[in-house]
């Protein structure tokens, strides 16, 4: 790993660390009742305390984060290839997008449950709703803005369109790909919970959270979302992982661009 990638690594760990220094000076300066906000000490011991009945909560949070992005990002990056290659569809369905956009997702999540009941195919649903369009929006804004110049010349070689595709447009459009989807996965543990909130029939993260917060168990709230974030973290951090090692063109460039300023 390069070294910007160590010096990213290293920045995250220290934000973590002030997390954690500013939420136990704010806990004791500002002498926060227990019940309010636990120290993260207290925090930490209610998670490995408990961590046998989380363990499976969290394997299940993550099985459905994992299934609905995949299946969210699946078909946000084949919609955005399809509204950049057809003008007409892209002028006919983006509105509806954006339409689809204005549902809450707290507001979607009880019809689904009509339909589909407390399984899991509500939560997958709703991650994948939420996965769907910020993928979509950036496969089509990376491929609207291929250099044109570029196409032509592949096309008067005698380049086939999936070869233009796959060797000029899909990297090309890496960067706006990506982005997409880690904003995509930032937002997909959130998608998660709630589906968790509304269809969960059983035991789940986001009802062991909801049953800690009726007994007034602040540690206990405290540390499941904790372990919430660090599911949304990791996901995303997988998601900089994939695109570090198959965008290598991205690296070279930040190497240039770092020895021109030696």
């Known amino acids: 790993m390069n070294q910007n990638f160590r ?24 002498h926060v009742a227990p019940y309010v906000a636990p120290q ?3 925090a930490w011991r209610s998670l490995t305390t408990h961590w046998s009945t989380l363990w499976p909560l969290v394997l299940g949070t993550i099985g459905e984060t994992v299934v609905g992005f995949v299946v969210g990002a699946t078909l946000g990056l084949g919609l955005g290839v399809v509204l950049a290659k057809r003008r007409f569809i892209q002028r006919v369905v983006y509105p509806i997008l954006i339409l689809t956009q204005a549902i809450p997702i707290i507001a979607l999540a009880p019809p689904l449950v009509l339909v ?15 996965v769907f369009f910020p993928v979509t929006v950036n496969v089509l804004d990376g ?5 044109r110049d570029l196409l032509t010349l592949a096309r008067s070689y005698g380049a086939s369109p ?4 796959s060797a000029i447009e899909l990297p090309a459009s890496a960067t706006n790909i990506f982005s997409g989807l880690k904003i995509g996965a930032t937002y997909a543990v959130t998608g998660a919970i709630i589906g968790e909130l509304a269809a969960s029939s059983g035991s789940s993260l986001a009802i062991y959270q909801h049953a800690q917060s009726a007994q007034l168990n602040a540690a206990g709230v405290y540390a499941t979302t904790i372990l919430m974030t660090l599911i949304g973290i990791g996901w995303f951090g997988l998601i900089v992982l994939v695109e570090f090692f198959t965008t290598p063109w991205n690296r070279r460039q930040i190497a240039r661009r770092a020895g021109q300023h030696i």
Do not use: C, E, M
């Open 162 to 165: 999936w070869r233009t595709f």
């Open 116 to 130: 589909f009941g407390f399984n899991l195919a509500p939560k997958v649903i709703i991650v994948a709703w939420i």
């Open 40 to 42: 993260p000490l207290d």
């Open 143 to 147: 491929l609207s803005h291929v250099d």
């Open 7 to 30: 010096r990213n690594l290293f920045g995250s760990f220290l934000s973590f660390v002030l997390v954690i220094v500013v939420w136990q000076l704010i806990v004791s300066l500002g």
